[in-house]
C-alpha cells in the first residue's frame, strides 16, 4: 500500500501536490475558522433526529393508546357516564376556581388602585408645599424690595396658577400674595 502511494506521489507532478495541500489548507482553515457554524449545523441535525424519534415515539404511543381504547369499546357507554361526572365536576372547580381568582385579582386591583391613589395624594401634596414654598420666597423677597420686572412677575404668577390649580383659590397665595404684587413698582432690572 505505501509503495503504491509513494509510486502514485513520483508520477505526480509537485505543483498538484503543492496545489492539494494548499486547497487542503484553506479547508481547514475554513473548517477551524467556521467550527461553531459547522458544530450548529450538526447540533441541528442532532436535535432534529431527536424530536423526530420523540415525535415518532409519541405517535406510536398514541397509537397505542388509540388501539386499547378501540379494544376496550364495551365498557364505553359506562365509562362515558364517569367521563361525563368527572367532566361535570371538573368545570364546576373550574367555575369555582375561576370566581375566586377573579375576586382575588379584583381585590388586588382596589389595593393598587387605593396605593396608587394614596401615593398620587402624597405627591400632589409634597408638591403643592413646594409650590408654596418657592411662592412664599419669592412674595417675601419682592415684597422687601417693593418692586418686579416684568419676567420674574410672568414666573411668579405661573407658580400661583399652578399652585391654586392643586390647592384652590381660597389660599393665602390667592388672598395676599396675588393682590399684593400687583401693587409692587414695575423694574427694568432687579
Given at each position: 500500500m505505501v509503495d503504491?502511494?509513494?509510486?502514485y506521489l513520483k508520477d505526480t507532478d509537485p505543483d498538484i501536490l503543492i496545489a492539494l495541500f494548499a486547497i487542503i489548507i484553506i479547508i481547514c482553515c475554513a473548517v477551524f475558522k467556521n467550527r461553531s457554524t459547522i458544530q450548529e449545523f450538526w447540533n441541528n441535525l442532532y436535535n432534529m433526529r431527536k424530536n423526530k424519534e420523540d415525535?415518532?415515539?409519541?405517535?406510536?404511543?398514541?397509537q397505542a393508546q388509540i388501539k386499547e381504547l378501540m379494544e376496550n369499546r364495551i365498557h364505553d357507554r359506562?365509562?362515558?357516564f364517569v367521563i361525563q361526572k368527572d367532566l361535570t365536576d371538573a368545570q364546576k372547580e373550574l367555575a369555582s376556581s375561576i370566581a375566586a381568582i377573579s375576586k382575588k385579582l379584583d381585590n388586588i386591583q382596589r389595593s393598587t388602585e387605593e396605593k396608587f391613589l394614596e401615593s398620587e395624594q402624597?405627591?400632589?401634596?409634597?408638591?403643592?408645599?413646594?409650590?408654596?414654598?418657592k411662592i412664599s420666597q419669592s412674595y417675601r423677597y419682592y415684597h422687601s424690595?417693593?418692586?418686579?420686572?416684568?419676567?420674574?412677575?410672568?414666573?411668579?404668577e405661573d407658580l400661583i396658577e399652578e399652585y391654586e390649580s392643586a390647592a384652590g383659590e381660597?389660599?393665602?397665595?390667592?388672598?395676599?400674595?396675588?393682590?399684593?404684587?400687583?401693587?409692587?413698582?414695575k423694574a427694568d432690572r432687579i
Open positions: 503504491l502511494f509513494t509510486e415525535l415518532l415515539k409519541t405517535i406510536h404511543d398514541n359506562q365509562q362515558s402624597k405627591n400632589n401634596k409634597r408638591i403643592r408645599a413646594e409650590l408654596k414654598d424690595l417693593g418692586k418686579i420686572n416684568d419676567m420674574e412677575l410672568d414666573a411668579l381660597n389660599s393665602f397665595v390667592h388672598s395676599v400674595v396675588q393682590k399684593e404684587m400687583y401693587t409692587w413698582e
